[in-house]
């Protein structure tokens, strides 16, 4: 049986033992749990072991959970495919937005976010690899909109996020976390103040962490394979 509480404490022993190979401190490396697909008792389960912030895909499924699990301190942070007719329900129901890459998303996302919270925490995704079937936007693009988003009151601009293409090899996967971290210091370097790296998953975590991930998301590793949707 696939546990999570092991799994858990592995991935956050893989964390610790990476930040000292590559000379980062573990405690700048937030671990995002992915429960996508996962049902509530696997969260429940990770809850246990002092896991608080959740990254999920597909929004039903998420308002789901995040109604049956409000009575737990936790932060939920939606890094799926942003479509114009889930904003509403994700500035309402969310912490974070890691998907951000248009403008006039960001225009509605900040009309939208309820003034009886605080601002909504966003990172925009940028299309590393330049992948065509890939969402994000690409290099020439991203300091127009951080400018936009960073001018947004009801939005907090807190850093980029990628998916890169895929490769297993550790060289390799290195290229592109640390072309979003040089534009990421690029952005800083024009006065915006950013906090953020969302870069790394479960096959691609120990390159992040070398390049400078401050938020891994971390999904199969933790919960195990995911059923297939269907
Ligand atoms: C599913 C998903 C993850 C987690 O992937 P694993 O390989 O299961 O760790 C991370 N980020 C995004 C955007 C995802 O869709």
Redesign the pocket.
Known sequence: MHSIATALHTVNQQIIQAAEEFNRTAARIQL?A?S?TQPTAAILAAIDCGQRHF?E?YLQEALTKIEALKEYPLEWHF??ALQSNKTRAIAEHFQWL??LDSHKQAQRLNEQRPESLPPLNVCIQVNISEEPQKAGVNLAELTPLAETVAELPRLRLRGL?T?PAYSAHFEQQRRPFRQLHQAYDQLQSTGLTLDTLSMG???D?KAAIAEGSTML???????GR?PQKT
């Open positions: 995002l992915v996508k990254g895909n890094i799926g890691h998907t996020m998916l998953m479960t096959d975590m998301r971390i999904g199969t590793a933790i919960f995911r």
